[in-house]
């Protein structure tokens, strides 16, 4: 009995020991290949992160305590950042993550105008990134959750051309152009390797609208629909006082004077590749190109 006790406890201390070693030299090398990608993305300066944790049952790492931009005022900070996937050896990726509360006064200037233009005072959420490559078709699924802002889902399908694109270098040179403030710039590497085949957006209000709404309610119907379709001529979607842009106004009027939830979905005939997009854009024509839909609740 006594040797089978010895035995059960030096197996229980050989594993603890194993995974401590899994953990350790695990950790090493999953931040040795981040660190990495974020030097071959020349982003050394804009990503930081205190650590590198290793679950050492699945091999998944996570980041704690990240922080992009200017360490004296980052655009965004995050308390983890946790692969639920090996990151390095497929192309499909799964990440969960957590915006670190904040004060928009300690964030960047342009971080900060836009939390504080959302009625913010201090910003704090999560969310989460699926990306899977099927056959040709790339499809991500992006959930938001911002406290005392809204809950954004967005769900595409994208055609990619695997002949000459890798999904590591793409993700990276959007991270890089996004983190650099030129997203403009994957138009011009990539504008003809990605075709949209369908993309849908929701989202949920959960305080957002109803501190940029205002006194909307006050102002009488037509004042509130040439408004809408202004904007929809700004945004590219349609022209001002055109068809669309008229039901486009009204279906966003009585979402706005009832914000919940609000779904739009493009859902081109045949894909379109960015550069495409680009040009029916500059037409002021994407919602009939694109045939976009937005929809409310049903009552």
Known sequence: MAKTVSFLILAACAVIFALYLIQKFGAEYAEEKIQQRI????????????????????????????????????????????????????????????????????????????????????????????????????????????????????????????????????????????????????????????????????????GLLQHLSGDWTQHPNEWRILKLSQLMDQLKLAPQASSNALDLARTLDQYLLEPTTLSLIFSPSDAMNLKQLTLIAEQKMLAQQTKLKVTLPAN
Not at 62 to 80: C, D, I, Q, T
Not at 93 to 120: C, H, M, Y
Not at 122 to 135: A, D, I, N, R
């Open 39 to 206: 030097t071959n993305a020349g982003l050394q300066a804009l990503i930081e992160y205190d650590s590198v944790h290793l679950d050492p049952f699945t091999l998944t790492p996570s980041l704690e305590n990240v922080r992009f931009g200017p360490n004296s005022a980052p655009w965004l900070n995050f308390a983890r950042i946790s692969f639920n996937s090996y990151l390095f050896k497929q192309p499909n990726l799964d990440v969960d993550f957590w915006i670190k509360e904040t004060p928009v006064n300690q964030l960047s200037r342009e971080t900060a105008a836009l939390f504080r233009q959302a009625g913010l005072k201090h910003v704090l959420g999560k969310g989460s990134f699926q990306s899977t490559l099927e056959g040709d078709t790339l499809e991500s699924h992006l959930n938001l959750d911002i406290k005392d802002a809204g809950k954004l889902d967005v769900i595409s399908h994208t055609q990619v051309s695997k002949q000459d694109l890798s999904l590591v270098d793409l993700r990276t040179d959007l991270l890089a152009s996004v983190a650099l403030g030129q997203p403009e710039a994957i138009l011009y590497l990539y504008g003809e390797q990605l075709s949209i085949e369908q993309l849908s957006i929701t989202y949920q209000d959960t």
